[in-house]
């Protein structure tokens, strides 16, 4: 491999528990073990400089599409511009869905672009990226259709014992039971935008309020009308003390 050629990493993450142990420190390392091998330099040697650059997508960045995700996108417009190689830990790091894969691999055939998927053992370099774009699209709609049916199942037996399925909303925590129930510091927040939600405020400016008085979204975000939607109108289609 010519030693002029640019390697580009792309790890992600979906969640805040992979910050950690098997989250972007592991695709990170096995990123540089393997731009290493490319390069043909020994565990020891370090990268040249300029040679690698690794871009991370942060938690929850995985609930979006492809395109809106700025870390992929910026992975993908450094490779593209320099014909470089691009790794990733498996090919379900690209993308969530078929459609995005195939729209990736496409654009990096189109800037003769390489592709390494370490978990999947693919290389286009090898294997040609007509077989790269196959191969991920294939795995993309086995996974969906695999998560799919685990979800329903799961859900189905949630829902025969009773317990909640899905995310916790603000407001509530899970009992041991499955079930959820008022969140002590979180509650009194619910029932003051249904209040106001009732008493004919805007959701515009119940965020706006709520975000003056420092309160936080679950995720410790500021809020939004859209957030604030959700919390009323989850209030009024369930009974506080059920699921």
Not at 31 to 52: F, T, V
Not at 166 to 174: A, I, L, M, Q, R
């Amino acid at each position: 491999m010519d030693r002029s050629t640019k390697i580009v990493g792309y790890a992600r993450i979906s969640n805040r528990s992979q910050l950690h142990g098997n989250g972007l420190q592991e695709q990170t390392k096995a990123i540089e073990n393997q731009a290493r091998q490319i390069l043909k330099l020994s565990p020891k040697q370090s990268i040249p400089d300029g040679m690698l650059t690794i871009y991370t997508e942060r938690p929850f960045s995985g609930e979006r599409t492809a395109d809106r995700r700025p870390q992929l996108q910026a992975a993908l417009a450094d490779v593209c511009g320099c014909n470089g190689i691009l790794i990733v830990r498996d090919a379900t790091r690209l993308a969530r869905t078929p459609e995005d894969n195939r729209k990736i691999l496409n654009r990096l055939k189109e800037s003769r672009c390489q592709l390494w998927s370490m978990r999947e053992a693919i290389t286009s370099l090898i294997h040609g990226i007509d077989f790269a774009i196959a191969f991920a699209s294939e795995l993309g709609e086995s996974r969906v259709k695999v998560l799919r049916n685990r979800m329903t199942k799961t859900a189905e037996s949630n829902k025969a014992a009773g317990k909640h399925w899905g995310g916790v909303p603000f407001g509530y925590v899970k009992n041991e039971a499955g079930q959820l129930e008022p969140q002590p510091e979180q509650f009194p927040i619910v029932l003051d935008i249904v209040e106001r939600v009732k008493a004919g405020e805007s959701l515009y400016a119940i965020a706006k309020l709520l975000n003056q008085q420092k309160k936080r979204t679950q995720s410790g975000g500021l809020w939004e009308s859209a957030q604030v939607s959700r919390v009323y109108l989850r209030f009024v289609s369930h009974s506080p003390a059920k699921t």
